[in-house]
């Protein structure tokens, strides 16, 4: 008996995807107006951390320096057109993570509504595989599984690959 694929490129497609090809092959950087918009948010300061920890990455102007040093250091970068983390060797999750954070500043939560959306509908329409893959789950195995979404798993691992 086989299996009918749901159709998914439409999901596949979305920005949520295809974002951080799209931020490693334009390279992105935020432009100067961003750093402005975010003056009021920094001058209610963000909570600096209390020393440097083992994962965290150097800072550029600092630890503990106040919501006005945070925006000075920022709005030199933003007039240099250097985006702060280009002296810090950062992996290029962590520079989209920051960049997509930027772009979607105005719009947070609908951005974040809308990749967990995405990924629910994608996991909905995966359900006929999951029904499919447990036919084939050796009995032993099943009731450990019986919850995970194995058609969505395998087709994240497909996209992570792509």
Known sequence: VGLRMPMVEDIIN???FVGYQEFLDLRCLPDVQVYAELRPVWQRG???PSGPSDNAM???IGHRAGAEDTYEAALQAAQSEQWPLDAVVAPPD????AWATV?????LRRWHDHKAGIVAELGMRMQPVNK???R???DSVAPVTKSLPLG???LLIILMSW
């Open 14 to 16: 979305d920005d949520v």
């Open 46 to 48: 963000v909570a600096a």
């Open 58 to 60: 150097p800072a550029w």
């Open 94 to 97: 962590l520079r989209y993570a």
């Open 103 to 107: 772009k979607h500043r105005d719009r």
């Open 132 to 134: 499919h893959l447990r």
């Open 136 to 138: 084939f789950q050796h």
């Open 152 to 154: 969505l798993i395998g």
